[in-house]
Protein backbone atom coordinates (compact mmCIF):
# COMPACT_ATOMS: atom_id res chain seq x y z
CA UNK A 1 0.00 0.00 0.00
CA UNK A 2 1.40 3.59 -0.70
CA UNK A 3 1.44 5.85 1.90
CA UNK A 4 -0.03 9.15 0.34
CA UNK A 5 2.71 11.97 -0.10
CA UNK A 6 0.99 14.49 2.05
CA UNK A 7 1.35 12.03 5.13
CA UNK A 8 5.30 11.52 3.98
CA UNK A 9 6.11 14.93 4.18
CA UNK A 10 4.15 15.22 7.22
CA UNK A 11 6.31 13.01 8.49
CA UNK A 12 9.46 14.24 7.34
CA UNK A 13 8.54 17.49 8.69
CA UNK A 14 8.01 15.94 11.91
CA UNK A 15 11.62 14.27 11.36
CA UNK A 16 13.21 17.21 10.56
CA UNK A 17 11.99 19.49 13.45
CA UNK A 18 12.59 16.83 15.94
CA UNK A 19 15.92 16.11 14.72
CA UNK A 20 16.69 20.10 14.27
CA UNK A 21 15.78 21.13 18.20
CA UNK A 22 17.86 18.15 19.54
CA UNK A 23 20.72 19.22 17.64
CA UNK A 24 19.87 22.81 18.79
CA UNK A 25 20.73 22.08 22.52
CA UNK A 26 23.37 19.06 21.83
CA UNK A 27 25.66 20.39 18.91
CA UNK A 28 28.61 20.33 21.71
CA UNK A 29 30.46 23.30 19.40
CA UNK A 30 30.48 26.16 22.82
CA UNK A 31 33.00 26.09 25.80
CA UNK A 32 31.90 26.19 29.21
CA UNK A 33 29.98 28.71 30.43
CA UNK A 34 31.35 30.75 33.27
CA UNK A 35 29.76 34.16 33.36
CA UNK A 36 26.42 35.59 34.54
CA UNK A 37 25.25 36.12 30.86
CA UNK A 38 26.60 33.97 29.10
CA UNK A 39 23.47 31.50 28.79
CA UNK A 40 21.77 34.17 27.42
CA UNK A 41 24.36 34.24 24.41
CA UNK A 42 24.12 30.24 24.04
CA UNK A 43 20.16 30.98 23.78
CA UNK A 44 20.75 32.89 20.69
CA UNK A 45 23.17 30.84 19.31
CA UNK A 46 21.40 27.82 20.80
CA UNK A 47 18.08 29.31 18.34
CA UNK A 48 20.37 30.10 15.64
CA UNK A 49 21.70 26.43 15.43
CA UNK A 50 18.43 25.05 15.41
CA UNK A 51 16.88 27.02 12.54
CA UNK A 52 20.36 26.64 10.61
CA UNK A 53 19.97 22.79 11.04
CA UNK A 54 16.07 22.62 10.49
CA UNK A 55 17.04 24.65 6.64
CA UNK A 56 20.09 22.17 5.57
CA UNK A 57 18.13 18.97 6.54
CA UNK A 58 15.06 20.91 3.98
CA UNK A 59 17.25 21.84 1.35
CA UNK A 60 19.47 18.86 1.01
CA UNK A 61 16.44 16.72 1.88
CA UNK A 62 14.76 18.39 -1.26
CA UNK A 63 17.76 18.10 -3.30
CA UNK A 64 17.93 14.25 -2.82
CA UNK A 65 14.23 13.60 -3.23
CA UNK A 66 13.43 15.77 -6.82
CA UNK A 67 16.87 14.22 -8.04
CA UNK A 68 15.55 10.88 -7.39
CA UNK A 69 11.77 11.31 -8.32
CA UNK A 70 12.22 13.15 -11.34
CA UNK A 71 15.47 11.20 -12.48
CA UNK A 72 15.27 10.27 -16.07
CA UNK A 73 12.52 7.20 -16.87
CA UNK A 74 14.17 4.41 -19.44
CA UNK A 75 11.78 4.62 -22.09
CA UNK A 76 10.97 8.27 -21.99
CA UNK A 77 13.52 10.47 -23.68
CA UNK A 78 11.32 14.51 -24.15
CA UNK A 79 12.09 16.61 -21.21
CA UNK A 80 9.68 17.78 -18.97
CA UNK A 81 7.28 20.78 -19.18
CA UNK A 82 9.20 24.19 -18.96
CA UNK A 83 7.79 26.19 -15.94
CA UNK A 84 8.87 29.75 -16.48
CA UNK A 85 8.31 31.24 -12.28
CA UNK A 86 5.97 30.63 -9.88
CA UNK A 87 4.23 33.61 -7.63
CA UNK A 88 3.12 31.72 -4.71
CA UNK A 89 6.44 29.85 -4.03
CA UNK A 90 8.54 33.04 -4.50
CA UNK A 91 6.46 34.73 -1.99
CA UNK A 92 7.05 31.68 0.21
CA UNK A 93 10.63 31.48 -0.16
CA UNK A 94 11.14 34.84 -0.04
CA UNK A 95 9.14 35.26 2.97
CA UNK A 96 10.26 32.36 5.04
CA UNK A 97 13.93 34.01 5.24
CA UNK A 98 12.61 37.57 6.09
CA UNK A 99 10.63 36.57 8.83
CA UNK A 100 13.29 34.30 10.31
CA UNK A 101 15.62 37.11 9.80
CA UNK A 102 13.50 39.46 11.56
CA UNK A 103 13.07 37.50 14.27
CA UNK A 104 16.58 36.72 14.87
CA UNK A 105 17.51 40.18 14.86
CA UNK A 106 15.11 41.17 17.01
CA UNK A 107 15.67 38.42 19.54
CA UNK A 108 19.77 39.21 19.09
CA UNK A 109 19.27 43.14 19.86
CA UNK A 110 17.04 41.69 23.02
CA UNK A 111 19.94 39.57 24.08
CA UNK A 112 22.27 42.61 23.56
CA UNK A 113 19.82 45.53 25.75
CA UNK A 114 19.86 42.51 28.50
CA UNK A 115 23.24 42.05 28.57
CA UNK A 116 24.12 46.25 28.92
CA UNK A 117 25.04 47.03 25.71
CA UNK A 118 23.22 49.73 25.56
CA UNK A 119 22.97 51.21 28.78
CA UNK A 120 25.91 53.63 29.56
CA UNK A 121 28.47 52.05 32.11
CA UNK A 122 27.62 48.45 30.95
CA UNK A 123 29.89 45.82 28.65
CA UNK A 124 28.79 45.51 25.24
CA UNK A 125 28.50 48.70 22.59
CA UNK A 126 31.55 50.65 23.00
CA UNK A 127 30.95 52.35 19.98
CA UNK A 128 26.84 53.14 20.85
CA UNK A 129 27.40 55.23 23.76
CA UNK A 130 29.58 58.12 23.45
CA UNK A 131 29.73 60.07 26.57
CA UNK A 132 31.97 63.07 26.38
CA UNK A 133 29.34 65.72 26.55
CA UNK A 134 28.15 64.16 29.71
CA UNK A 135 31.77 63.99 30.70
CA UNK A 136 31.94 67.68 30.51
CA UNK A 137 28.67 68.03 32.62
CA UNK A 138 30.30 66.28 35.25
CA UNK A 139 33.46 67.40 34.93
CA UNK A 140 31.49 71.00 35.38
CA UNK A 141 30.32 70.26 38.44
CA UNK A 142 33.46 68.76 40.20
CA UNK A 143 35.63 71.02 42.35
CA UNK A 144 38.02 72.60 39.99
CA UNK A 145 41.34 69.89 40.60
CA UNK A 146 38.52 66.74 40.74
CA UNK A 147 37.87 68.41 37.00
CA UNK A 148 40.90 68.80 35.60
CA UNK A 149 41.84 65.30 36.68
CA UNK A 150 38.61 64.23 34.44
CA UNK A 151 39.12 66.76 32.07
CA UNK A 152 42.47 64.66 31.36
CA UNK A 153 41.14 61.08 31.61
CA UNK A 154 40.78 59.37 28.40
CA UNK A 155 37.26 59.01 27.16
CA UNK A 156 34.92 56.25 28.02
CA UNK A 157 33.06 55.19 25.43
CA UNK A 158 31.30 52.88 27.77
CA UNK A 159 29.87 55.29 30.68
CA UNK A 160 31.54 56.89 33.18
CA UNK A 161 30.08 57.76 36.75
CA UNK A 162 26.10 56.89 35.44
CA UNK A 163 23.93 57.13 38.69
CA UNK A 164 22.19 54.33 37.05
CA UNK A 165 25.33 52.35 36.64
CA UNK A 166 26.04 49.37 39.33
CA UNK A 167 28.65 49.73 41.70
CA UNK A 168 30.99 46.75 41.04
CA UNK A 169 32.32 44.10 43.74
CA UNK A 170 36.14 44.61 42.10
CA UNK A 171 37.24 47.25 39.62
CA UNK A 172 40.42 45.69 37.14
CA UNK A 173 42.10 48.26 34.91
CA UNK A 174 43.10 46.27 31.93
CA UNK A 175 45.59 47.35 29.27
CA UNK A 176 46.57 45.77 25.76
CA UNK A 177 49.92 46.52 24.39
CA UNK A 178 52.20 44.95 21.65
CA UNK A 179 51.66 41.95 23.06
CA UNK A 180 50.91 41.36 26.30
CA UNK A 181 47.65 41.62 28.51
CA UNK A 182 48.82 44.12 31.77
CA UNK A 183 46.19 44.03 34.46
CA UNK A 184 46.30 46.49 37.62
CA UNK A 185 44.24 46.17 40.44
CA UNK A 186 44.04 49.72 41.76
CA UNK A 187 42.62 49.13 45.50
CA UNK A 188 45.26 46.60 46.18
CA UNK A 189 47.91 47.88 44.07
CA UNK A 190 48.82 44.95 42.41
CA UNK A 191 49.71 44.58 39.06
CA UNK A 192 50.04 41.36 37.06
CA UNK A 193 50.02 39.35 34.24
CA UNK A 194 46.94 37.37 34.46
CA UNK A 195 43.46 38.06 35.78
CA UNK A 196 42.38 36.82 39.06
CA UNK A 197 39.00 37.19 39.67
CA UNK A 198 36.65 35.30 42.65
CA UNK A 199 34.02 33.43 42.37
CA UNK A 200 30.55 35.07 42.24
CA UNK A 201 31.64 38.92 42.13
CA UNK A 202 30.43 41.33 39.87
CA UNK A 203 33.81 42.47 38.15
CA UNK A 204 34.32 45.78 35.94
CA UNK A 205 37.05 45.98 33.88
CA UNK A 206 37.92 49.33 32.72
CA UNK A 207 39.83 48.00 29.31
CA UNK A 208 42.36 50.55 27.33
CA UNK A 209 45.17 50.43 24.86
CA UNK A 210 48.79 51.30 24.69
CA UNK A 211 49.53 51.19 21.37
CA UNK A 212 47.14 49.95 18.73
CA UNK A 213 43.87 48.63 19.08
CA UNK A 214 43.37 45.29 20.78
CA UNK A 215 40.44 42.95 21.51
CA UNK A 216 39.97 41.58 25.45
CA UNK A 217 37.83 37.98 24.53
CA UNK A 218 37.00 35.09 26.97
CA UNK A 219 35.18 33.04 25.10
CA UNK A 220 34.00 31.09 28.09
CA UNK A 221 32.81 34.50 29.63
CA UNK A 222 30.88 35.27 26.16
CA UNK A 223 32.61 38.36 26.34
CA UNK A 224 34.69 40.38 24.00
CA UNK A 225 35.50 43.91 24.26
CA UNK A 226 37.88 46.02 22.17
CA UNK A 227 40.58 48.16 23.50
CA UNK A 228 41.32 51.68 22.25
CA UNK A 229 44.02 54.01 22.44
CA UNK A 230 42.75 57.02 24.71
CA UNK A 231 39.48 55.73 24.48
CA UNK A 232 38.49 53.15 27.79
CA UNK A 233 36.10 50.66 27.58
CA UNK A 234 34.52 48.63 30.22
CA UNK A 235 33.30 45.31 30.62
CA UNK A 236 30.80 44.21 33.58
CA UNK A 237 29.85 40.79 34.39
CA UNK A 238 29.78 38.10 37.02
CA UNK A 239 32.11 34.70 36.75
CA UNK A 240 29.66 31.45 37.63
CA UNK A 241 32.15 28.86 37.57
CA UNK A 242 36.09 28.19 39.05
CA UNK A 243 38.75 27.34 36.58
CA UNK A 244 41.19 28.88 34.75
CA UNK A 245 40.15 30.30 31.17
CA UNK A 246 41.96 31.60 28.06
CA UNK A 247 42.33 35.83 27.43
CA UNK A 248 42.74 35.96 23.69
CA UNK A 249 43.53 39.15 21.36
CA UNK A 250 40.78 39.03 19.03
CA UNK A 251 41.81 42.38 16.96
CA UNK A 252 44.99 41.54 14.86
CA UNK A 253 47.23 43.93 16.06
CA UNK A 254 51.09 43.09 14.60
CA UNK A 255 53.19 39.95 14.00
CA UNK A 256 53.01 38.59 17.38
CA UNK A 257 49.01 38.85 17.65
CA UNK A 258 48.47 35.24 17.71
CA UNK A 259 51.14 34.78 20.88
CA UNK A 260 49.08 37.70 22.76
CA UNK A 261 47.47 35.87 25.25
CA UNK A 262 47.10 35.61 28.78
CA UNK A 263 44.46 33.14 31.62
CA UNK A 264 41.78 34.15 33.63
CA UNK A 265 42.04 32.16 37.00
CA UNK A 266 38.57 32.57 38.48
CA UNK A 267 38.82 31.11 42.10
CA UNK A 268 37.08 30.61 45.49
CA UNK A 269 36.84 34.04 47.32
CA UNK A 270 38.98 32.70 50.09
CA UNK A 271 41.35 31.16 47.48
CA UNK A 272 41.61 34.67 46.07
CA UNK A 273 42.45 36.46 48.83
CA UNK A 274 45.16 34.35 49.27
CA UNK A 275 46.45 35.06 45.87
CA UNK A 276 46.08 39.19 46.75
CA UNK A 277 48.04 38.73 49.75
CA UNK A 278 50.77 36.71 48.27
CA UNK A 279 51.43 40.11 45.37
CA UNK A 280 53.06 42.94 46.43
CA UNK A 281 52.93 45.76 44.44
CA UNK A 282 56.16 45.70 42.48
CA UNK A 283 56.93 46.80 39.07
CA UNK A 284 59.33 44.25 38.46
CA UNK A 285 56.55 41.15 39.23
CA UNK A 286 55.79 42.26 35.57
CA UNK A 287 58.38 41.96 33.06
CA UNK A 288 59.92 39.19 34.77
CA UNK A 289 56.88 37.03 34.51
CA UNK A 290 56.69 37.98 31.02
CA UNK A 291 60.54 37.11 30.38
CA UNK A 292 59.67 33.63 31.31
CA UNK A 293 56.53 33.40 29.17
CA UNK A 294 58.10 34.46 26.21
CA UNK A 295 61.13 32.01 27.14
CA UNK A 296 58.67 29.28 27.45
CA UNK A 297 57.12 29.67 24.91
CA UNK A 298 59.93 30.07 22.57
CA UNK A 299 58.56 33.43 20.64
CA UNK A 300 61.90 35.58 20.25
CA UNK A 301 60.54 38.80 21.50
CA UNK A 302 62.94 41.42 20.57
CA UNK A 303 65.19 42.21 23.77
CA UNK A 304 64.26 45.82 22.87
CA UNK A 305 60.87 44.79 23.15
CA UNK A 306 61.05 43.27 26.68
CA UNK A 307 63.06 46.57 27.50
CA UNK A 308 60.18 48.58 26.53
CA UNK A 309 57.80 46.31 28.80
CA UNK A 310 60.50 46.74 31.65
CA UNK A 311 60.11 50.77 30.91
CA UNK A 312 56.67 50.48 30.95
CA UNK A 313 55.84 48.88 33.84
CA UNK A 314 58.01 51.00 35.50
CA UNK A 315 55.66 53.28 34.76
CA UNK A 316 52.65 51.78 35.80
CU1 LIG B 1 46.53 42.49 20.47
Redesign the pocket.
Known amino acids: MAIPSNILTLLAGVAITCLSLWYGQNHGLLPTAAANDAPLVDGLFNTMMTIATGLFLLVQGLIFVILWRFRRQPNDATDAAPVHGNLALEILWTGIPVVIVLGLSVYSFSVYTTMGGLSVGHGGGSHMAHAHPRDAAIAAELPSSAAEETANMPRVSAGLGTPTAQQPDLTVNVK?L??AWIFNYPDQNIIAGELHLPLGKSVQLDIEAQDVI??FWVPQFRLKQDAIPGEQTRLQFTPTQVGTFPII?A?L??SY?GA?RSQVIVETPENYDRWIQSQTATATVLPSRLEEATAALDLQVAPEHIHHLHQLAASL
Do not use: D, L
Request: net charge negative; glycine share 18%.
Open positions: GQFHACECGHM
